[in-house]
T-cell receptor
Framework: RKEVEQDPGPFNVPEGATVAFNCTYS??????FFWYRQDCRKEPKLLMS???SGNEDGRFTAQLNRASQYISLLIRDSKLSDSATYLC?????????FGIGTKLQVIP | GAVVSQHPSWVICKSGTSVKIECRSL??????MFWYRQFPKQSLMLMAT?????????EQGVEKDKFLINHASLTLSTLTVTSAHPEDSSFYIC???????????FGQGTRLTVV
């Protein structure tokens, strides 16, 4: 089983739609969780950290479920500019693991 | 503005030549720098971790004699791909952390194409 698993997609959604991605991780001792956004041929950029209590930043909501070992990202009212690959990142003791990324394409 | 500068952003080289990639932290002293490689449609894979003034720690399967890492100062780490081959063509990216439990920042990445 991969340490961090994501559905690579692509997810093609119309503008204005709500879309959700999940990411599962195998190491129950993992400590920190993040969502990064990566545009084509660019470096990943931190989108948001993920906490057990959940956190929201504008149209983006991230959740962590430690019992089931998954994190989620919800994007509301999708914009064309949201088209990118979203990377799930799991950090443990001295180790950071990146998911393969989920590609989102928002269609006019 | 950018806190990490990586260059070149892209490079094309002939098989057998060596390519040096630089990663600089601009606003802080970086005790730890990470080097990743990303093949198309694959996740970022850690190649090595370098700490200033000491030898880099390479991940399993990464040849240390082929991928030379130098972290000579607190603001600069270099990755040299020696005797490059077409299968080394990839996106190489550094990630810099000031200290433990601090946010890490990516460089802009270097797209290497070996012909």
């Amino acid at each position: 089983r991969k340490e961090v698993e994501q559905d690579p997609g692509p997810f093609n959604v119309p503008e204005g739609a709500t879309v959700a991605f999940n990411c599962t991780y195998s190491n129950s001792a993992s400590q920190s969780f993040f969502w990064y956004r990566q545009d084509c041929r660019k470096e990943p950029k931190l989108l948001m950290s993920v906490y057990s209590s959940g956190n929201e930043d504008g149209r983006f909501t991230a959740q962590l479920n430690r019992a089931s070992q998954y994190i989620s990202l919800l994007i509301r009212d999708s914009k064309l500019s949201d088209s990118a690959t979203y990377l799930c990142v799991v950090e443990g003791y001295q180790k950071v693991t990146f998911g393969i990324g989920t590609k989102l394409q928002v269609i006019p | 503005g950018a806190v990490v500068s990586q260059h070149p952003s892209w490079v094309i080289c002939k098989s057998g030549t060596s390519v040096k990639i630089e990663c600089r932290s601009l606003d802080f002293q970086a005790t730890t720098m990470f080097w990743y490689r990303q093949f198309p449609k694959q996740s970022l894979m850690l190649m090595a971790t370098s700490n200033e003034g000491s030898k880099a720690t390479y991940e399993q399967g990464v040849e240390k004699d082929k991928f030379l890492i130098n972290h000579a100062s607190l603001t600069l780490s270099t990755l040299t791909v020696t005797s490059a081959h077409p299968e080394d063509s990839s996106f190489y990216i550094c990630r810099v952390r000031q200290g433990p439990n601090t946010e890490a920042f990516f460089g802009q990445g270097t797209r290497l194409t070996v012909v």
